[in-house]
């Protein structure tokens, strides 16, 4: 019997291991559901899965993990997952020995990290001190010293110091999306900017979201249907919603609070994801009789792929939502895409607005109507003022002969292009400026 841990820490070398993670403490994902033990504090009171206190600069999550370091409590107080669940059984290689681990805190003082194996041999605490003070700050732990010792072998554990020094005060410490070098932590990421403010005149808006405007009554940004987690949040002191945990997510104008869109030319919002693409939009129409499935529902789709890590501003012509019946009775709008279940985006100024009261500019009367986009073979142009010329022109600012074309409908060939992203100009018989659409062929 005393070579029984040997023989399975030999069975366990010819296994490929994984790490859980990232531990974001969120209700879909890794640690909110963890047992968790706290060891040397005073009276251990349990660890905390709580709100996140303060949600911006580099953490916007909605829960974290809240230590509350006592004074009674050691220099090396803490609290570490149970042997065998949770975390995994890995090993430490050069491809995960890079930790990053984000704090909140009351004081300064050093944070510390440990793993251990099911034989209570460990890798040694590395100690890393934050620097702010009452915000988020990322820390990075870095473990490549021990990669090849035993001890970094059939790890099962993980152990936290959020508060590593003598006090004299009890010291709350927030703890937030521990995560390994070889995970992909983009879903932590959030815009350092807020979204660009609309400027459309507020006769010409029926906004359900953005703060230059009237708010109309939205029943929920999160349908008990939705498969997403929404966030109300601040950047900048502008009023943002992030959706994590992204299959599908849906928000509802639904009964009294159902609108009427039919003097709308435009849907507006500006989104910003770090690992979303394609992003979806979906407007739902319930018909005459507004209820859900009463045999009149319409719904159209258009999909998107977004500029990553920066805002990207839909404005978009309802005309695109070419399977729509009528919005007279819009009632819901659903957001998805891929990666299905993990999508994180931040949206703001979910809005539609009536083109035609935006500007005196004669353009600006003008309806153009380009489908579908993005395209495959062929892309439409459909405009209510006779289009004298389009050019087209790639990312690069290089002009791409599509042929000689004018008219009030015009059918272009895509065939020929590359995919990726295109501009094309418009300009249009008795009026000098002329309008830029963008498309994108698949």
């Known amino acids: 019997m005393k070579f029984f ?57 909605s829960t974290v993990a809240k230590f509350t370091a006592l004074v009674t409590g050691a220099p090396w107080a803490g609290f570490e997952s149970v042997h065998g669940q949770g975390i995994g059984l890995f090993n430490l290689t050069a491809a995960n020995c890079q930790i990053k681990m984000m704090v909140y805190k009351t004081t300064i003082s050093p944070v510390g990290l440990k793993f251990a194996t099911p034989a209570g041999g460990s890798t040694g605490e590395i100690l890393v001190s934050n620097t702010l003070v ?17 001890t970094s072998t059939g790890i099962d554990q993980i152990i936290v110091f959020p508060d590593f020094t003598q006090r004299s005060d009890n010291n709350v410490c927030y703890i937030d999306n521990i995560k390994f070098s070889n995970q992909d932590g983009s879903q932590n990421l959030a815009p ?17 979201f953005s703060n230059p405007y009237n708010e109309e009554t939205v029943d929920t940004w999160q349908a008990p249907w939705s498969q997403a987690q929404v966030t109300d949040l601040q950047i900048q002191g502008n009023d943002t919603k992030r959706y994590s945990s992204v299959n599908f997510a849906g928000i509802e104008t639904v009964g009294p609070n159902i609108l009427n869109l039919s003097d709308m030319t435009h849907f507006r919002m500006d989104y910003w ?14 018909g005459a009789n507004g209820q859900y499935a009463g045999g009149d529902d319409s719904e159209s789709e258009l999909s998107f792929q977004p500029t990553a890590q920066t805002w990207n501003t839909l404005e978009i012509p309802l005309t695109q939502f070419s399977n ?17 279940g993990s999508g994180v985006v931040f949206v703001d100024n979910i809005l539609f607005f009536n083109e035609n009261l935006t500007s ?25 003022k006779e289009m004298q010329q389009i050019e087209c022109y790639n990312q690069y600012g290089q002009k791409i002969n599509l042929g000689e074309n004018s008219g009030l ?17 418009v300009t249009f018989a008795g009026v000098e400026q002329g309008m830029i659409e963008k498309i994108i062929v698949q």
């Open 134 to 150: 009452n915000q988020w700050e990322e820390l990075t732990f870095d473990f490549t010293a021990v990669i090849n010792a035993p």
């Open 360 to 384: 005196t500019n004669p353009i600006s009367k003008n309806v153009l109507r380009v489908f579908p986009n993005p395209a495959s073979d062929k892309i439409s142009i459909e405009s209510s």
């Open 5 to 61: 841990p040997l023989i399975i820490l030999a069975a366990w070398s010819g296994l490929a291991f994984s790490q859980a993670g990232p531990i974001d403490f969120e209700a879909a994902g890794y640690g909110a559901n963890w047992q968790w033990t706290t060891f040397e504090n005073g009276s251990n009171p349990s660890l905390e899965i709580v709100a996140n206190p303060n949600p911006s600069g580099v953490n916007v999550s």
């Open 324 to 340: 729509l019946n009528s919005l007279a009775h819009f009632a819901q709008l659903i957001l998805s895409g891929s990666p299905a």
């Open 409 to 425: 409908k015009i059918e272009l060939s895509t065939q020929n292009l590359a995919s990726g992203v295109y501009f094309l100009e």
């Open 192 to 208: 350092m900017v807020a979204a660009p403010t609309p400027t459309y005149p507020a006769a010409a808006v029926i906004a359900l």
């Open 273 to 286: 994801t770090a690992n979303m693409d394609p992003f979806k939009v979906k407007l739902v129409d319930f």
